[in-house]
């Protein structure tokens, strides 16, 4: 099993549907990130979490710490937000900021 | 402030030969990681890295694969005797993680995607 378990794998939508990603962990951690990879394979970093909500543009994210859950949503979805997200997070074990990543949720907003 | 680059882009190798991935951190960073994203598969932890010193290199395989941050220039990722399965994408992130601070934004590259034929 996984560290990182993000579902659903694969989302289609329409245009202006309000969408809803999660993930799930297994260790403690000290941060969650949410990571959005562009179909051309850039990677830009959304949110970082420790604890509570945030909140940029259509974009919220969430964390539960006890019930080792985030959740990113997305408000009025368009067809530019399709794209994978990415869901990472540190383990308090280890050394650094090194990031344990899920495996992607396939995000494609149709107009 | 430019953003953590990476070159080349896209590099393509022949079986046995040597790749060399170089990786500038954003402007006061000094902490990188390397990460691979073999094709169809998530991104994984390879080695983290500060000015001069290799903290953790639990992800990387143990042989070919070497890493180092010198006190000048970039960072470099070395593949030597390349093989088929090292093809994939390798990003490299920094973050400024300052003592005392647990939790930083990692800043990621746009990737090098190597192809060895």
């Known amino acids: 099993k996984n560290e990182v378990e993000q579902s659903p794998q694969n989302l289609t939508a329409q245009e202006g549907e309000f969408i809803t990603i999660n993930c799930s962990y297994s260790?403690?951690?000290?941060?969650l990130h949410w990571l959005q990879q562009h179909p051309g394979g850039g990677i830009v970093s959304l949110f970082m979490?420790?604890?509570g909500k945030k909140k940029h543009g259509r974009l919220i994210a969430t964390i539960n710490i006890q019930e080792k859950h985030s959740s990113l949503h997305i408000t009025a979805s368009h067809p530019r937000d399709s794209a994978v997200y990415i869901c990472?997070?540190?383990?308090?074990?280890?050394?650094?900021?090194?990031?344990?990543f899920g495996e992607g949720t396939q995000l494609t907003v149709n107009p | 402030n430019a953003g953590v680059m990476q070159n080349p882009r896209h590099l393509v190798r022949r079986r046995g030969q040597e790749a060399r991935l170089r990786c500038s951190p954003m402007?006061?960073?000094?902490?990188v990681y390397w990460y691979r994203q073999l094709p169809e598969e998530g991104l994984k932890f390879m080695v983290y890295?500060?000015?001069?010193?290799?903290?953790?290199e639990s992800g990387m395989p143990k042989e070919r694969f070497s890493a180092e941050f010198p006190k000048e220039g970039p960072s470099i990722l070395r593949i030597q005797q390349v093989v088929r399965g090292d093809s994939a994408a390798y990003f490299c992130?920094?973050?400024?993680?300052?003592?005392?601070?647990?939790?930083?934004?990692?800043?990621f590259g746009p990737g090098t995607r190597l192809t060895v034929l």
């Open positions: 402007k006061g960073h000094s902490h």
């Open positions: 890295l500060q000015k001069e010193n290799i903290i953790d």
């Open positions: 979490l420790s604890s």
């Open positions: 990472a997070v540190r383990s308090r074990e280890t050394s650094g900021s090194r990031l344990t």
């Open positions: 260790v403690g951690i000290s941060a």
């Open positions: 992130a920094s973050s400024p993680l300052y003592e005392g601070q647990s939790t930083d934004t990692q800043y």
